[in-house]
C-alpha cells in the first residue's frame, strides 16, 4: 500500500465527467421549428386571407354604407390610382369567376310581362292626347290650361332575340301604388346587351318628361366645391317631406369631384364649373330637357335651371361617341378602363326630347351600356356612376306604418330603406315628382334666379341662397 492510499487526511480526487458531443437534433432543433412556424403561419394566412377577402366581398355586395366605406378609406390610405388599378383588377377577376361558373347560363327575366309581341311588331309610341276620364292632367311651365296626356314607349324588342329572356325589350307600366286607377308615368324593361355575357343586365326605366318633373338634390359632401359662393348654401341632401305626396321615384346623381370635376350648376349657384366636351343633363326654365356635349349647350346658359356634367356623350343625336369602338377607352369609369365589366348608370333621351330614359346596369362594359340605352330609345346618352354601391334606381311605397319605402327596380340592388327620405345622402342625386304638384315650387324657384341675359358666363350666384345649417 502506497503513502497517498494510507493517508486518512488525502482527498479523493473524482475524475471530470466526460463532455458529451451535440447531438444532431440539438444542432437543427431551431431551423426546424421556424420552418414549422412558417408552414403554420403560410397554411393559415391561406386560409384567413381569403376569409377576409371573402367576407369583405360580400359585406360590400350586401351592406349599403360598406362599399363606400372601403373605397374611400382604401384611398386615403393607399392613393386614388392604386385603388383604381385594385378595382380593376377585383373586377377583371370576378369576370373571370362569373365566365368560368355562369357560362352555360341562360339570360333570366326579373318581373312578370303582361304579354309578349312579336319581333318587329312592337306598337308605335303614344304621346298623344287621351280621353279625360283615363289619364291625368298635367299643364307645361308657365299655363294655366291642363292637359290631358297619355303615355306609352315603343317596345324595343330583345337586344339580342337569340341570347334574351322572356319579356326582354317590353315596357312594362309601373303604376304608383298610392293612385293605381291612373295610367302609368314610367314604364320599365330589361335588356341582355352583352351576348357573350348571359348574367350582363340592363334594367332601363322610360319617363314622360311632360307630367314628371326631374328634381336634383345636392349631397351633403358631394359635389365638392372650393367656391366661396357654395359655402352659406344649406344642403338639405334628401328629399323635401312636402314632396313626398308628389314622389315617383329617384335615381343616383354622377362621378365625385375627385373624379373628372364635372360641372354642377343648382338653385343659381355653381359647384363645379362645366367642363366644354363633358356630356350634360340640363333642365331649362321653360321645363324642357337636354343632354348633349356642353358646348352646344352654353349658349343656352342663361335659360338653364340646373345642369349636372359627365364624362364624353356616349351616343349624341344618334351616333356614338367614337372612342367607344376603341379598346380599352378610359372615358366612361372614371380612371378604370372603359372595357371594365362593372355596375354602371345612364341617363338618354328620345329624339323629341319628351322621353328620359334611366339605366342602371349589372356587369356590363361602357359599349354595352351605351347600345342598350340607345336601343331602348335614347338618341343622346350620358353614363352617370360606376362600381357596386352607386347606381341605383327606386320607387316609393308606403308601409304599414304610413311612412314611404323605397323599392328596387330589381333585386340585387342594395340601399338603406331610409334613402333619399330619412337620412341624408352623401352624394347628389335625382328624384321623379308629378309635374303639376312640383310646380310652384319649380316657379319659385325660377323667380329667385337672376334674370335670364345673353351672356355666356358660368352662372352667377343667387343672392338668395340661405345661411348654412347643420341639418338632420
Same mark, same amino acid.
Given at each position: 500500500?502506497?503513502?497517498?492510499?494510507?493517508?486518512?487526511?488525502?482527498?479523493?480526487?473524482?475524475?471530470?465527467?466526460?463532455?458529451?458531443?451535440?447531438?444532431?437534433?440539438?444542432?437543427?432543433?431551431?431551423?426546424?421549428?421556424?420552418?414549422?412556424?412558417?408552414?403554420?403561419?403560410?397554411?393559415?394566412?391561406?386560409?384567413?386571407?381569403?376569409?377576409?377577402?371573402?367576407?369583405?366581398?360580400?359585406?360590400?355586395?350586401?351592406?349599403?354604407?360598406?362599399?363606400?366605406?372601403?373605397?374611400?378609406?382604401?384611398?386615403?390610405?393607399?392613393?386614388?390610382?392604386?385603388?383604381?388599378?385594385?378595382?380593376?383588377?377585383?373586377?377583371?377577376?370576378?369576370?373571370?369567376?362569373?365566365?368560368?361558373?355562369?357560362?352555360?347560363?341562360?339570360?333570366?327575366?326579373?318581373?312578370?310581362?303582361?304579354?309578349?309581341?312579336?319581333?318587329?311588331?312592337?306598337?308605335?309610341?303614344?304621346?298623344?292626347?287621351?280621353?279625360?276620364?283615363?289619364?291625368?292632367?298635367?299643364?307645361?311651365?308657365?299655363?294655366?290650361?291642363?292637359?290631358?296626356?297619355?303615355?306609352?314607349?315603343?317596345?324595343?324588342?330583345?337586344?339580342?332575340?337569340?341570347?334574351?329572356?322572356?319579356?326582354?325589350?317590353?315596357?312594362?307600366?309601373?303604376?304608383?301604388?298610392?293612385? *293605381?286607377?291612373?295610367?302609368?308615368?314610367?314604364?320599365?324593361?330589361?335588356?341582355?346587351?352583352?351576348?357573350?355575357?348571359?348574367?350582363?343586365?340592363?334594367?332601363?326605366?322610360?319617363?314622360?318628361?311632360?307630367?314628371?318633373a326631374v328634381m336634383p338634390v345636392m349631397g351633403y359632401q358631394e359635389p365638392r366645391t372650393e367656391k366661396p359662393e357654395a359655402a352659406g348654401y344649406t344642403r338639405l341632401a334628401k328629399i323635401p317631406p312636402e314632396h313626398y305626396d308628389a314622389l315617383l321615384g329617384a335615381f343616383n346623381g354622377g362621378f365625385m369631384a375627385e373624379h373628372g370635376g364635372y360641372g354642377v350648376y343648382f338653385d343659381g349657384i355653381t359647384f363645379l364649373?362645366?367642363?366644354?366636351?363633358?356630356?350634360?343633363?340640363?333642365?331649362?326654365?321653360?321645363?324642357?330637357?337636354?343632354?348633349?356635349?356642353?358646348?352646344?349647350?352654353?349658349?343656352?346658359?342663361?335659360?338653364?335651371?340646373?345642369?349636372?356634367?359627365?364624362?364624353?356623350?356616349?351616343?349624341?343625336?344618334?351616333?356614338?361617341? *367614337?372612342?367607344?369602338?376603341?379598346?380599352?377607352?378610359?372615358?366612361?369609369?372614371?380612371?378604370?378602363?372603359?372595357?371594365?365589366?362593372?355596375?354602371?348608370?345612364?341617363?338618354?333621351?328620345?329624339?323629341?326630347?319628351?322621353?328620359?330614359?334611366?339605366?342602371?346596369?349589372?356587369?356590363?362594359?361602357?359599349?354595352?351600356?351605351?347600345?342598350?340605352?340607345?336601343?331602348?330609345?335614347?338618341?343622346?346618352?350620358?353614363?352617370?356612376?360606376?362600381?357596386?354601391?352607386?347606381?341605383?334606381?327606386?320607387?316609393?311605397?308606403?308601409?304599414?306604418?304610413?311612412?314611404?319605402?323605397?323599392?328596387?327596380?330589381?333585386?340585387?340592388?342594395?340601399?338603406?330603406?331610409?334613402?333619399?327620405?330619412?337620412?341624408?345622402?352623401?352624394?347628389?342625386?335625382?328624384?321623379?315628382?308629378?309635374?303639376?304638384?312640383?310646380?310652384?315650387?319649380?316657379?319659385?324657384?325660377?323667380?329667385?334666379?337672376?334674370?335670364?341675359?345673353?351672356?355666356?358666363?358660368?352662372?352667377?350666384?343667387?343672392?338668395?341662397?340661405?345661411?348654412?345649417?347643420?341639418?338632420?
Amino acid at each position: 500500500m502506497s503513502e497517498q492510499a494510507a493517508d486518512p487526511h488525502a482527498t479523493a480526487t473524482l475524475p471530470p465527467k466526460p463532455i458529451s458531443p451535440p447531438t444532431l437534433t440539438s444542432v437543427t432543433d431551431k431551423p426546424q421549428k421556424r420552418r414549422y412556424r412558417g408552414k403554420i403561419g403560410l397554411i393559415a394566412a391561406c386560409v384567413v386571407i381569403p376569409a377576409l377577402v371573402a367576407g369583405l366581398w360580400i359585406a360590400v355586395h350586401s351592406i349599403p354604407w360598406m362599399g363606400p366605406l372601403v373605397a374611400n378609406s382604401l384611398r386615403a390610405t393607399i392613393g386614388k390610382d392604386n385603388v383604381t388599378r385594385l378595382e380593376d383588377f377585383v373586377y377583371a377577376v370576378e369576370d373571370r369567376v362569373n365566365r368560368a361558373l355562369k357560362s352555360g347560363d341562360r339570360p333570366r327575366t326579373y318581373w312578370k310581362v303582361p304579354h309578349k309581341s312579336a319581333p318587329g311588331s312592337a306598337q308605335a309610341a303614344v304621346l298623344a292626347p287621351a280621353s279625360a276620364a283615363s289619364a291625368p292632367t298635367t299643364a307645361p311651365l308657365g299655363t294655366t290650361e291642363p292637359t290631358v296626356l297619355s303615355f306609352q314607349p315603343k317596345d324595343p324588342g330583345p337586344a339580342h332575340p337569340q341570347w334574351s329572356a322572356e319579356g326582354d325589350g317590353q315596357w312594362v307600366p309601373m303604376l304608383d301604388p298610392r293612385r *293605381p286607377k291612373e295610367p302609368a308615368r314610367m314604364y320599365k324593361t330589361l335588356l341582355h346587351a352583352d351576348n357573350s355575357r348571359s348574367w350582363s343586365e340592363l334594367f332601363v326605366v322610360a319617363v314622360d318628361l311632360r307630367q314628371v318633373a326631374v328634381m336634383p338634390v345636392m349631397g351633403y359632401q358631394e359635389p365638392r366645391t372650393e367656391k366661396p359662393e357654395a359655402a352659406g348654401y344649406t344642403r338639405l341632401a334628401k328629399i323635401p317631406p312636402e314632396h313626398y305626396d308628389a314622389l315617383l321615384g329617384a335615381f343616383n346623381g354622377g362621378f365625385m369631384a375627385e373624379h373628372g370635376g364635372y360641372g354642377v350648376y343648382f338653385d343659381g349657384i355653381t359647384f363645379l364649373d362645366p367642363k366644354d366636351e363633358a356630356c350634360t343633363m340640363v333642365a331649362f326654365r321653360d321645363g324642357s330637357y337636354a343632354v348633349a356635349s356642353w358646348n352646344k349647350l352654353k349658349d343656352r346658359l342663361p335659360n338653364m335651371l340646373w345642369f349636372r356634367q359627365a364624362p364624353a356623350c356616349m351616343y349624341e343625336d344618334g351616333e356614338m361617341h *367614337p372612342f367607344l369602338k376603341v379598346h380599352h377607352a378610359k372615358k366612361w369609369g372614371a380612371t378604370l378602363d372603359g372595357n371594365t365589366v362593372i355596375r354602371r348608370s345612364a341617363v338618354g333621351l328620345s329624339a323629341d326630347g319628351q322621353i328620359l330614359y334611366v339605366g342602371i346596369s349589372n356587369h356590363t362594359t361602357a359599349k354595352v351600356m351605351a347600345s342598350g340605352m340607345h336601343h331602348a330609345g335614347a338618341c343622346h346618352v350620358a353614363q352617370m356612376d360606376v362600381n357596386w354601391s352607386y347606381p341605383k334606381f327606386v320607387t316609393y311605397e308606403p308601409g304599414k306604418d304610413g311612412q314611404l319605402y323605397p323599392i328596387a327596380l330589381a333585386e340585387g340592388f342594395e340601399f338603406s330603406n331610409k334613402l333619399y327620405l330619412r337620412e341624408r345622402s352623401m352624394r347628389d342625386f335625382f328624384y321623379l315628382a308629378r309635374r303639376e304638384m312640383v310646380q310652384a315650387d319649380l316657379e319659385r324657384q325660377i323667380t329667385k334666379l337672376p334674370a335670364p341675359a345673353s351672356s355666356t358666363a358660368v352662372p352667377p350666384t343667387s343672392s338668395t341662397s340661405p345661411p348654412a345649417t347643420d341639418l338632420p
